[in-house]
């Protein structure tokens, strides 16, 4: 086994905080009060704390380390079809694209959320519409992602959910490092 660190804590206080907040306000808090309000504002904390830590951050945290990259998807999406092993020691580029989604969904859902709060926006239609499309689009994202999170760590032997607590990836010798 190799025992390589990952994700600083930074990404993971970052990574469980979004999961708890994200949650409650999808599933648990009242729109209309303002707690809905406030928790809304920190996940968009989160959000920009974490872009900034995507251009300055440690190795794999940064963006540079997991660019949008088509060719490499594909490829990922070839290993996944005919079961080869490949480990990527920081995200994977399927999993970058759904960090994009993500992070950019979370921002039209906090932008939306304050419109509604403001003189000019407050009671139009649309931008009530977009807030809650943009909720249903992450949920169906969330759900996508746990199903790849989980399906990727039965395929390679490596724990992702693990690593995204304790920061360390353990890899099975016989893998190979993708790129
Ligand atoms: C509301 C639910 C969730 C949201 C919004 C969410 C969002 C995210 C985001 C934004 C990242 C990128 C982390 C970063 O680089 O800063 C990420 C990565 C990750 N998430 Fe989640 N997540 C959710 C639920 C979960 C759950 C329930 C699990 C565990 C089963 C999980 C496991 C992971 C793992 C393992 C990674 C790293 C993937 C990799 O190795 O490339 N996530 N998630
Ligand atoms: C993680 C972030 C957020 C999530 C998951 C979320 C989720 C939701 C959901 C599920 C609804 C209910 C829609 C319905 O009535 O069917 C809603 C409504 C609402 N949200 Fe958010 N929201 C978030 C952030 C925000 C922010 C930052 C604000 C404002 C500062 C905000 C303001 C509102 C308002 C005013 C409504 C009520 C719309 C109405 O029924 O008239 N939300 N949100």
Redesign the pocket.
């Known amino acids: 086994m190799l025992h390589k660190k990952?994700?600083d804590p930074l990404?993971r206080v970052?990574?469980w905080s979004?999961?708890i907040l994200?949650?409650s306000n999808?599933l648990i808090t009242d729109p209309e009060k303002a707690t809905h309000r406030y928790i809304g504002y920190v996940v968009v904390g989160l959000i920009l704390v974490?872009i900034l830590?995507?251009l300055v951050g440690t190795r794999?945290?940064r963006f540079s380390d997991?660019p949008p990259d088509p060719a490499a998807t594909i490829r990922q999406m070839a290993d996944m079809a005919t079961g080869r092993k490949r480990v990527?020691l920081?995200?994977?580029p399927l999993?970058?694209l759904?960090?994009y989604n993500?992070?950019l969904t979370?921002l039209v859902i906090g932008v939306s959320g304050y419109m509604m709060t403001t003189l000019r926006f407050f009671g139009i239609e649309w931008v009530k519409e977009l807030h809650e499309a943009a909720v249903t689009w992450?949920e169906i994202?969330?759900v996508f992602?746990?199903v790849a999170?989980?399906w990727?760590?039965m395929r390679t032997g490596v724990n992702?959910?693990r690593?995204?607590v304790t920061g360390y990836?353990d890899i099975p010798k016989e893998s190979l490092m993708a790129e």
């Open positions: 990952v994700w990404v970052f990574h979004l999961v994200f949650a999808a974490r830590w995507g794999h945290a997991f990527h920081g995200h994977t999993g970058a759904m960090i993500l992070i979370m992450a994202s969330v992602h746990i999170v989980i990727e760590s992702l959910p690593a995204m990836k």
